[in-house]
């Protein structure tokens, strides 16, 4: 019953044959093999437009590449308080950036509203000894576990460009997002106005497989540089596109998603039945139900791993719990999560 | 005919079967896994002295984060002038050391003698405003294809830290030194001087495993956090570590690093029986042969893969060339271009 | 009728004149002049104990550099929300630290609270990804013109060291505080845990001389190099002696800063006697009153200068406006003021 | 008998008028004050077209300020093996800029060739892992003593704009290059292809006048902000603008120069005439004689202050030193030295 993570899983068995499978002869290093460009290709099919494609090392990587790649002095970057670039990345951002800030913008389930955006947005006027918005960075699915439609992107873009800040998607989980939404990835993105996004595939079933996926080409200028000055690009690049090119094939990357997502809805169903209350919608693979003490500790010595989340939620009985699923989440398990749950 | 360089190969099959063997279950994400901790210990085996490892994604990534470890204001890193560091990896060390002055040191094939290396120091007394020195970085095997001695690394560090700097080795291909000395590899090490060490086992055999393996206590204050904010903790470590247990098990490592020796030596060997003058005596996996225009057209045109490398040597008629050996060169492919190249 | 700033005044009589009087003949450069020496030895008289001092070109300057030398990757700096190194020096203090995070701790009447230091603290335990706990920044006085008593200094500063972390203060108006307080400049800083000053003189009569203080010797490692790296070093340095000897001159400093708060507090007594609220105690040399438009634009037309300041307070029918005083202040336009505002 | 450095001076008569002058009322802070505006205008007068100045506190400051505003990740700034930005500036390029490189071209006589900085750029084609060409670095005079002819200036610029490179003067030691060649501003600088200038007027007697001239709008766009989060914005900008309204007042700035460059060609003459080699041509304000351990022990004895110089000459009798003359150099030092020198 592990469900502290989604990288706590291994890699998928599809993506691990293509690793096999591409671990033939020599290759070109350095992503100039012909494995990357025909990954890179299948990349653009997904997104339809002629995109660049940067595989980093990692989902931190990938975002603060991202914003180093529109960096200036005295910028600051507009997220919410619970995003990963701004809490969970040991301040990679503001290093990666030579010091820009990271300005928290209010949030409602995660999810940044575009009449709070610009209303952050105004309060730094040119000029401003505070400093100067350079870019927003939304994440998709949001770490509450919730899902920007198409329409609210689209919003929160609109406010960035109008004052020619640069927007950023942080999709480490892209495809729980998708496969929630159902639409295109291309209406996920760049028809929604976002510039450049963080592409994470390590999650749903990767072993280390993120990538920068550009839009706007004017925030492509340096960036190839800027990842190689990071020790991001990797000597033997195909690995990582073997991973993709397993990850993509005959839309295995989609049915890992819906059975991550399947088991959080699962989850969330059969919590909620049992009376618990979940302190966020749930959209695409995370929970946050409000546990009792003993709750915790029954399951806990039952075996089930998961991390308490004060700041989704806690009342003098209760704290909210943190469930994430993944594409190998089994289903037993979630039926016995909630059982013990249940109690 | 490929030895354009040993990152072309991909991985070994003892490496990759260790990946598939542990990607089994869940497993904790950031390096607190069981496996990772394993493969830690048996570092600490290999070099004897209870040591820190951390796991990074590339050896550009071991070898900054290792000088980002000492990082001085105004600080001076000593090297070769043809150190990896200093050419072929971005302006990565200036950057993560916060502009730190990389200063190439006079050598001979490749390899920094002590005096000069003193000599250098001597011309940046305290209070100096070129900048201080900080750290030596020496390659081993250098980017030549020439070996440190045990003794030659133990007077090149007690140089560096005469002065109080800090002594780090780039080990990109540490087994082909090894195997070339026959020493044990706290010999080549700590026993010798080195503080840190970026161990590397990309090139021959890994698809994506490099590691700082830190001797000197002094170096790992803030190594965690630095690796971290520049992006380069996997949360599926494990992989990394799946790699490493698949690379040292049964001496595998070894025996890679032999083969792509002795293919070296053979190519060495026969090219020199043919006529041809080598520019770096051949101690590792790496030979540098002087060809004149016509064998170098003949043999691409039999679909051979390499560089020319001029700064190795050029006179009238004849170029040098770099050729590098791996573990997963086929002896044919040696004997061939031997063929080719005797004309 | 100026109260825009004190950094619209010029320099002091004495100040000017001591420039003058010091600009005789030559002096080595780069603050290695006997008369840089002979005013750093006042400052330890001045401080007591014996006290690096290292000139800065600006109180920007001598801020973030006092950061700087504490620097670590993924550290925090707590402040008040509406500190200077914050809100007004460009990401200054993000850029010279690489990176560092500054973190608002909540504040009332522009003054940190040692409870509330401590919780904000105890948010970010040993390995937090959001970062670490590792200077605080106090200003004295506070940018909403109070008073930090001593005990309050102490208080905070055992908070914070509690944690390890650096007590730094931010003294760009430190005469205006020490005349407030009628305590030593010791009691102020270093007896109550401070362990770096930024010392500013410019705003208080000189025209540009500012220096770091550094009364905990683990702080000035690397300050002097971080300085030049900075391009802070003076070459020549005797002038910015100069007017610290003019200014230090038969407690000429403590005059100023008497006349500047005297000001402050007429203009207080004058403004609150006509019925206006004061949005903040007045301990130092800075009035927040609110005043209603027509006040304003008929201060504004009567040729008065100062700034709005909404977030010290404003309510339907008013608006908080920020009023400095300086040594440099008529009590003349005290009075008009007063009167017209009154009207 | 002072002749270390031009900066061990104090400041000229008129300027310290000019302090005193604009010394009364107050005015707005950071630049936006009508002296400052003032003596921007005149700044254009002097350069001709309409160029953004901006004052910072020190000449490395306006150095590496003007390099952070043109730095690209991986970027190489190519300048000589004696320039102050490379030799004496404590790495404040290389952080300012993020970690560029400096890296020397051959140099004769301080002076960088054309042909030698087209064959370093050459060695740096696009997509080298060493680093991209992104700007040269002149200084004018050089650090030799010596001046660029405006045709040396335009073939270096030249040179650099083919590869797309901003061409940056640091002109610490501007006025006495000028007056040297006889040409105007404009012909030294934007006529001969000069995208960015430091302007320099303390050695030559200001007490702290340096400005960022920026011919080359590509070259504005962030400069402000990056000179603000330096700490390099003076609050109380108008005594900057004091010091440079004196200097420039009735072609002042030109006499001092001139009698800087007058001394040191008597030094010269006189020192040659006694048989003294010289290492350099003497073109501005400093001297290399090669001189014996007796001469410079005599000179030494009786109270000359300057620095020996082995890298611009030494042989198995004798050193080079360096004598700088300035503004304040009385004739009398000089003859006595000279007598002194003859033995």
Redesign the interface.
């Given at each position: 019953m592990?469900f502290?993570?989604d990288?706590?899983?291994?890699?998928s068995q599809p993506v691990?044959d293509a690793?096999?499978r591409?671990?033939?002869?020599?290759?070109?290093?350095y992503g100039t093999d012909p494995l990357t460009e025909r990954v890179t290709a299948r990349f653009r099919e997904i997104f339809e437009p002629h995109v660049p494609v940067l595989f980093?090392?990692?989902?931190?990587?990938a975002n603060?590449?991202s914003m180093a790649g529109c960096a200036?002095?005295?910028?600051l970057v507009m997220t919410s308080g619970t995003a990963h670039i701004?809490?969970?990345?040991?301040?990679?951002?503001?290093?990666?950036?030579?010091?820009?800030?990271?300005v928290s913008v209010a949030t409602r389930h995660g999810k940044i509203a575009a009449g709070d955006l610009a209303a952050e947005i105004e309060k730094h006027p040119e000029g401003s000894?505070?400093?100067?918005p350079v870019a927003l960075s939304l994440t998709q699915a949001s770490e509450c576990g919730t899902v920007y439609t198409p329409a609210e992107v689209a919003a929160l873009s609109a406010a960035a460009k109008a004052r020619g800040m640069v927007s950023h998607m942080d999709g480490a989980r892209f495809a729980n997002a998708l496969v929630h939404l159902g639409c295109t990835p291309a209406e996920m993105t760049w028809k929604a106005g976002i510039d450049i996004l963080s592409f994470g595939a390590?999650?749903n079933g990767c072993?280390?497989a993120e990538a920068m996926v550009v839009f706007n080409p004017d925030c492509v200028r340096?960036l190839a540089?800027?990842r190689?000055?990071?020790?991001?690009?990797?000597?033997?690049s195909?690995?990582v596109a073997a991973q993709f090119d397993g990850y993509f094939g005959d839309g295995h990357w989609l049915d890992l998603a819906r059975h991550a997502n399947a088991m959080a809805r699962r989850l969330a169903d059969g919590l909620a039945a049992a009376g618990n209350k979940l302190a966020y919608p749930v959209e695409a693979n995370e929970v946050f139900p409000l546990l009792d003490p003993a709750t915790i500790a029954r399951l806990r010595a039952a075996g089930a791993?998961f991390y308490e989340w004060p700041e989704a939620g806690r009342d003098e009985n209760r704290v909210a719990v943190r469930l994430v699923t993944s594409f190998?989440t089994p289903e037993a398990d979630v039926d016995r999560f909630v059982e013990i749950a249940g109690g």
């Amino acid at each position: 019953m592990i469900f502290a993570s989604d990288n706590w899983a291994g890699a998928s068995q599809p993506v691990i044959d293509a690793m096999i499978r591409h671990n033939t002869g020599t290759a070109p290093a350095y992503g100039t093999d012909p494995l990357t460009e025909r990954v890179t290709a299948r990349f653009r099919e997904i997104f339809e437009p002629h995109v660049p494609v940067l595989f980093t090392a990692t989902g931190t990587g990938a975002n603060v590449l991202s914003m180093a790649g529109c960096a200036r002095p005295a910028g600051l970057v507009m997220t919410s308080g619970t995003a990963h670039i701004l809490c969970d990345e040991w301040g990679a951002a503001e290093f990666h950036t030579n010091g820009m800030k990271l300005v928290s913008v209010a949030t409602r389930h995660g999810k940044i509203a575009a009449g709070d955006l610009a209303a952050e947005i105004e309060k730094h006027p040119e000029g401003s000894r505070f400093g100067v918005p350079v870019a927003l960075s939304l994440t998709q699915a949001s770490e509450c576990g919730t899902v920007y439609t198409p329409a609210e992107v689209a919003a929160l873009s609109a406010a960035a460009k109008a004052r020619g800040m640069v927007s950023h998607m942080d999709g480490a989980r892209f495809a729980n997002a998708l496969v929630h939404l159902g639409c295109t990835p291309a209406e996920m993105t760049w028809k929604a106005g976002i510039d450049i996004l963080s592409f994470g595939a390590t999650k749903n079933g990767c072993w280390c497989a993120e990538a920068m996926v550009v839009f706007n080409p004017d925030c492509v200028r340096d960036l190839a540089t800027l990842r190689a000055r990071a020790g991001h690009l990797f000597s033997k690049s195909r690995f990582v596109a073997a991973q993709f090119d397993g990850y993509f094939g005959d839309g295995h990357w989609l049915d890992l998603a819906r059975h991550a997502n399947a088991m959080a809805r699962r989850l969330a169903d059969g919590l909620a039945a049992a009376g618990n209350k979940l302190a966020y919608p749930v959209e695409a693979n995370e929970v946050f139900p409000l546990l009792d003490p003993a709750t915790i500790a029954r399951l806990r010595a039952a075996g089930a791993a998961f991390y308490e989340w004060p700041e989704a939620g806690r009342d003098e009985n209760r704290v909210a719990v943190r469930l994430v699923t993944s594409f190998a989440t089994p289903e037993a398990d979630v039926d016995r999560f909630v059982e013990i749950a249940g109690g």
